[in-house]
C-alpha cells in the first residue's frame, strides 16, 4: 500500500483515539446514570464522529485500491458492505464478525442526520457508547493487518 495513504490512514486513525480520550469523562458520568438531554446530544455527535471517522478509513483505502467508489443515494451503506469484501485489488478491510456491531454505527449515522436532539433515545445509544471503545480496538487491529498485506 502506498506510504502516502498509509500515513493519512494513521493519521485518522490518530484523531478517533483523541476522540475517544476526550471522550471518556462523559463515558465514565455514563456508567454512572444516565446522561441528560445536553449529555444525550453530545454523546450523538461522538457516536457519529466515530464512525464518520471509520469510514474515512474506508474511502482511503477504497480511492486507492478499488476501481471507484459507490455512488447514489446508498453509497454509505455500499461503501460499509464493500469494506467486508474482497476485490480483485484488495483483501477484505474487516472482518466479517465486526459487520453487525460496526452496522449499528452506520445506522446511528443516519438516524442521528434525520432527527432532532430531543428525540434521542438512551435506550438506543448506550450499547453502542459502551462498545466504542472495545470495537475501535479491533477495527484498529483490521486496519493495521490491512495495511501491512495490501
Not at 464522529?49 to 476501481?67: A, P
Request: charged share 30%.
Amino acid at each position: 500500500m502506498d506510504n502516502a495513504i498509509i500515513q493519512k490512514i494513521q493519521f485518522e486513525i490518530e484523531q478517533i483515539d483523541e476522540l475517544l480520550g476526550e471522550t471518556s469523562p462523559l463515558f465514565d458520568l455514563c456508567k454512572i446514570r444516565e446522561p441528560d438531554f445536553v449529555e444525550k446530544c453530545g454523546i450523538a455527535l461522538i457516536l457519529q464522529s466515530f464512525y464518520n471517522g471509520i469510514e474515512k478509513i474506508m474511502l482511503l483505502i477504497m480511492k486507492n485500491k478499488d476501481m471507484g467508489l459507490p455512488n447514489g443515494i446508498k453509497w454509505h451503506k455500499e461503501l460499509f458492505d464493500n469494506a467486508f469484501k474482497e476485490t480483485k485489488n484488495r483483501t477484505y478491510i474487516f472482518r466479517k464478525e465486526l459487520y453487525e456491531q460496526l452496522n449499528d454505527y452506520l445506522k446511528f449515522r443516519h438516524l442521528i442526520r434525520h432527527t432532532y436532539g430531543f428525540q434521542l433515545k438512551w435506550e438506543r445509544m448506550k450499547n453502542i457508547l459502551f462498545d466504542m471503545y472495545p470495537l475501535w480496538e479491533k477495527i484498529k487491529e483490521d486496519i493495521n493487518i490491512f495495511t501491512k498485506n495490501n
